[in-house]
């Protein structure tokens, strides 16, 4: 699964659209800065979403296969 990203500003500056809590895919980079659009064009830096850990399912141990006598 892919990174997820989120606007690191609340409102674009130069719209005024609400940018916070909206997920979005990354428009290019900047050294190593991710950065995202907003729908008048502007950049603004993204950051990524920390997404909750997933807990591992338990993992069922094997029964152990009957002994087998030898047989004579």
């Known amino acids: ?3 997820e990203y989120r ?3 609340e409102k674009c500056g130069g719209c005024g659209l609400k940018l916070s ?3 979005v895919k990354v428009g ?3 050294g190593d ?3 995202g659009y ?3 064009g ?3 830096t993204l950051v990524e979403i920390k997404s ?3 807990k591992p399912k338990a993992e069922v141990e094997p029964e152990p296969e009957p002994e087998t006598l030898p047989q004579e």
Do not use: N, S
Request: with cysteine; charged share 20%.
């Open 38 to 40: 907003c729908e008048c």
């Open 52 to 54: 909750k850990p997933v």
């Open 33 to 35: 800065v991710p950065m």
């Open 1 to 3: 699964m892919g990174k």
């Open 42 to 44: 502007i950049a603004y």
């Open 21 to 23: 809590g909206k997920q």
């Open 7 to 9: 606007f690191y500003v």
């Open 28 to 30: 290019g980079w900047k």
